[in-house]
């Protein structure tokens, strides 16, 4: 159900491989999935991540046949699961880009809110169509406020339209526009902005980013104070500005 390979010496670029139908999720793809992302954060060769779906399009959300047949103890299993994938993908000490084409609805928006980045094709769709299933959209569809605005959220979550490539790159929810046949390579020279950094540095940032989301913000700011020291107990900004000054 997924297929994972390298890209180039640095990124790992892990497929979504049920184009037959659009890349559902299934309760064991998203399980896969997660145990893969973690495999990929634990592998000091591996930079950065581009996620995307074979065929042609990123996933379609949750597969309907887990809702069709859900108990009320199945469905808290699935979204549990889903919780699990979102929360892995926000807390990746690497980059995760998502690149998008055809439909990207419900627990795969999710997802790609999760990621650091989303590039996506002029005719993408994005949507949250769980309204039209009778159920509320929950867990990581909480970050869509964060980054297109209540009010464009709640259009989101309340009529369950999607909205295509070219308004989400409008709206902010998408980092870049790319063609269909340039989309994993412009998501790869975006992750390579960030990669080029020292490790550490990145993780350390990406960690603080996910406190700023969770915390008041006095105690946010009050939490960047100490990864700065630390940085300069290791030597790393001292050397770096050594060279800097060298170079000018």
């Known amino acids: 159900m997924l297929g994972v390979e390298p890209y180039g010496t640095d990124l790992v670029l892990v497929r979504l491989q049920r184009p037959e139908k659009r890349n559902a999720l299934s309760l064991a ?12 954060d634990a592998d000091p060769g591996s930079r950065g991540v581009l996620l995307a779906g074979a065929g042609p399009s990123f996933s379609a959300g949750v597969d309907l046949h887990e809702f069709a047949s859900a108990t009320v103890a199945s469905a808290r299993v699935l979204i549990q699961a889903l919780r699990e994938l979102c929360a892995t993908v926000r807390h ?28 996506a094709t002029g005719d993408a769709l994005l949507g949250m169509p769980e309204v039209f299933l009778g159920i509320p959209s929950v867990i990581d569809a909480v970050m869509l ?86 940085a300069f107990a290791i030597g790393q900004p001292q050397d770096l500005a050594a060279h800097r000054l060298r170079r000018s």
């Open 145 to 230: 406020g964060h980054l297109v605005g209540t009010g464009r959220a709640r259009e989101l979550l309340l009529t369950g339209e999607p909205i295509g490539g070219e308004i989400a790159y409008a709206w902010g929810l998408v980092n870049r526009l790319a063609e269909p046949d340039t989309l994993i390579s412009v998501a790869a020279e975006l992750v390579r902005l960030a990669v080029r950094h020292e490790p550490t540095v990145i993780a350390a940032q990406k960690r603080l980013h996910q406190q700023w989301l969770e915390l008041p913000y006095t105690e946010a700011v009050g939490r960047s104070v100490e990864p700065l020291v630390e």
């Open 92 to 119: 990746l000490s690497k980059p995760v880009a998502c690149a998008i084409q055809g439909h990207c609805l419900g627990g795969a928006l999710e997802l790609a809110a999760c990621a650091d980045f989303r590039i």
């Open 29 to 40: 793809m998203i399980e896969q999935l997660t145990g893969e992302l973690r495999r990929i």
